[in-house]
């Protein structure tokens, strides 16, 4: 799913002016892989990333967004962070800021492939191969490496 609906009705009202918004993050990790999405709006490669629904715990967020954006059903392994992001303005000029909270994930079943129309294109990368992506990206998927017991990250 593109944009949620209540987000195209609350741009109907405010145009282009920043939102606050619930985010999500997904690193997901099989063994020494890294599943990433390359986005359509700007063919940047990333982790599973998106908004929560209105009352949606951002466990259950990431899960249906890793589901419906890849066509993996993923577990979620711990919490890695808690971190504002933004202000970012997309191609077609809506600027928002973001709560992300990130989580490791591992996957459960299903074989990773295009499953809408928010990506150009989904695969696992080595952990090693990288393809060029934002730092606060790679930050993530380095820190879902880290053993749980160093500690989740602040700052």
């Known amino acids: ?22 985010g999500v993050t997904g690193v997901v990790i099989e063994g020494d892989r890294v599943l990433l999405v390359q986005r359509n709006d700007n063919f940047q490669w990333t982790p599973i990333t ?3 629904d209105p009352a949606e715990q951002p466990d259950a967020a990431i899960r249906r967004e890793c ?8 577990r979620v392994e711990r919490l890695l962070w808690v971190r504002a992001v933004g202000p970012l303005t997309y191609p077609n000029g809506d600027r ?5 909270t990130a989580f490791r994930c591992s996957p459960v079943q299903g074989e990773a492939h295009i499953a809408d129309d928010e990506n150009a294109n989904v695969a696992w990368f080595p ?18 490496l880290i053993d749980a017991a160093a500690g989740w990250g602040v700052g």
């Open 67 to 74: 589901t419906e954006e890849t066509g993996v059903t993923v």
């Open 96 to 100: 928002a800021s973001y709560m992300d």
């Open 1 to 22: 799913m593109a944009t949620p609906e209540f987000i195209v009705r609350l741009r109907e009202r405010i145009g282009h002016d920043e939102l606050w918004l619930p």
């Open 127 to 144: 952990l090693t191969a990288l393809p060029p992506m934002q730092q606060r990206f790679r930050d993530v998927i380095a820190h879902a």
């Open 50 to 52: 998106g908004i929560c």
